[in-house]
């Protein structure tokens, strides 16, 4: 029975303990690993899985049989060891729950000793020996069912089997005999003791991969303030060719749990994600952006002092001294300060091809008396940027620019303003001050939630309907990464490893830097 045949009943009994589906709850940001994602993968692990199953010891099996004009023989098989596979085929289906990996072994290679005793009158006699065991057609099949429990992803192995077609056993030393007596009595029990011992390894390293996703936590804290909640909300989405993943996503307070139950509307796809022949889509809803905004405004940090700009003589009572000559008069050759404040959370609108923001701002004029912070004249302003996102080596970049802006005078102690001086300056403020500064950061960028040893190719990013989708292959670098599985790991191992799959605080920072300044 080959993989042909091994794999429709695997996903056949997944069919059998599919459940039915829950009502959905809404995410935010979601991974759809591609058909081509799901192989890559599972081409990765199956290397793992062999590196981690050779050497693999062999229960010891005993048996005792009557052979005629001999007598009683006990006979001993010990020291099996699976000494080498190699895998010439493997292919991985997606069920109605979970996923269905099966691999054809071209060959497997054992070692094992041998021995007998039998009395023959008052005489024991017994003999040993070594064997070799090469093993043609064998195929392993693992069927993996995942389903959210209480927010994390938990892994459970519906089916395993394991199939070996033919045994070549070759005794050496020992009398001639023996060796087809052996080979007739021990054959299948060492077909079974392999084959079981390849399931229960199997079965371990399901049960790590499980405590693995078990352990994933549940927010990313970005400091103080924010967090990311990346609970799991939903089963995972199981469809002919992809796995979509779905969590949470919004920013939460850092001291708040982040277990909730999030219903803000169903998720919308403007297109259908993991059509594509691209191994990975990560979508982000626009939600995602706004709830961070939401979060530093109302901490009071979307708020900065300006006391330098490119033109610095504009921060002077002498250069307005015939423009708003009662400023001068009051307050002559002080020196002035800007103090910009968000007066609501900005807002991101992700829209096809573009990405824009409004922001609306009280600039309050200060002047620097001696010494004394003196607020003389406040002016309401609405900021429209837009701009676009790209992908640079792993990390997701962008730059914006101003599309326009108004304002009115909300108050002033020093007389009205002159509409066209004031529209000159606060365009030179946002032109060569606002928007270098948040270029500074999108052009820095934040690192793609990518593991360590592989490296974003042929990434490009979509723009649609409320969300933004990055579209990528991955490209394995270090083959280091692929060593053995540990027997145990300690969880400050365990932490190391998940910082790299979901990315650090310090990757987010220079995002959140620049919505700090919005």
């Given amino acids: 029975?080959?993989?042909p045949l091994l794999l429709p009943l695997l996903v056949t009994l997944q069919l059998f303990t599919a459940?039915?589906?829950?009502v959905a709850s809404s995410s935010h940001i979601s991974v759809v690993i591609s058909q081509s994602g799901l192989d890559f993968a599972k081409d990765l692990l199956l290397s793992r899985a062999v590196a981690t199953l050779t050497p693999l010891n062999v229960p010891d099996i005993e048996r005792t049989m009557s052979i005629p004009l001999v007598g009683t023989v006990r006979m001993a098989a010990s020291g099996i060891v699976l000494n080498g596979l190699a895998v010439t085929n493997s292919t991985v289906a997606v069920g109605?729950?979970?996923v269905v990996v099966a691999a054809s072994l071209a060959s497997a290679n054992l070692t094992m000793e041998w021995n007998y005793s039998y009395s023959a009158w008052i005489v024991t006699i017994s003999d040993s020996g070594n064997a070799s065991i090469q093993v043609e057609g064998m195929e392993v099949g693992v069927s993996m069912v995942m389903k959210n429990q209480n927010g994390s992803i938990k892994l459970s192995v519906t089916e395993c089997s394991c199939y070996m077609e033919d045994l070549d056993?070759?005794?050496?030393?020992?009398?001639?005999?023996?060796?087809?007596?052996?080979?007739?009595s021990f054959s299948n029990h060492i077909r079974s003791a392999v084959e079981n011992a390849i399931k229960n390894k199997v079965m371990e390293g399901a049960l790590k991969l499980d405590s693995f996703l078990g352990n994933l936590p549940k927010k990313i804290d970005l400091d103080s303030v924010a967090a990311m909640n990346v609970t799991f909300v939903n089963d995972p989405l199981f469809k002919s060719s992809s796995v979509e993943f779905d969590i949470d996503g919004l920013f939460i307070p850092s001291d708040e749990t982040a277990l909730r139950d999030m219903l803000l509307g169903d998720t919308q796809f403007a297109l259908p994600l993991g059509s594509s022949s691209r191994m990975l889509w990560i979508s982000l809803d626009e939600d995602v952006f706004n709830s961070v905004s939401a979060l530093y405004f109302k901490a009071g940090l979307l708020q900065r002092m300006v006391d330098k700009v490119t033109e610095q003589f504009l921060l002077n009572t002498a250069s307005w001294r015939f423009l708003v000559p009662r400023l001068y008069r009051e307050y002559p050759d002080d020196d002035m300060l800007l103090n910009i404040s968000a007066v609501s959370p900005p807002s991101v609108r992700?829209?096809?091809?573009?990405?824009?923001?409004?922001?609306?701002?009280?600039v309050t004029v200060n002047v620097l008396d001696f010494g004394e912070i003196v607020p003389v004249a406040c002016i309401s302003v609405s900021v429209a940027v837009s701009g676009a996102a790209a992908v640079s080596e792993n990390n997701l970049v962008g730059r914006v620019e101003l599309d326009y802006f108004s304002f009115t005078l909300k108050w002033s102690k020093v007389g009205k303003l002159h509409t066209s001086l004031v529209q000159t300056v606060l365009r030179i403020l946002l032109k060569n001050l606002f928007v270098p500064y948040v270029n500074s950061y999108l052009e820095q960028g934040f690192q793609l939630p990518i593991i360590k040893g592989f490296s974003v190719i042929d990434a490009y990013v979509l723009t649609s309907y409320s969300r933004m989708i990055v579209s990528c292959n991955v490209a394995f670098t270090e083959p280091e990464v692929l060593s053995p599985v540990q027997e145990s790991k300690t969880n400050e191992d365990l932490s190391h490893e998940v910082s790299l799959l979901v990315g650090s605080a310090k990757t987010w920072q220079p995002l959140i830097s620049s919505v700090k300044f919005l």
């Fill in 1 to 3: 029975m080959g993989i």
């Fill in 96 to 98: 109605d729950t979970g």
């Fill in 19 to 22: 459940s039915s589906p829950a």
């Fill in 350 to 362: 992700i829209n096809v091809g573009r990405i824009d923001a409004t922001v609306d701002l009280d």
């Fill in 169 to 184: 056993i070759t005794l050496n030393g020992g009398a001639s005999w023996f060796y087809q007596v052996f080979i007739d």
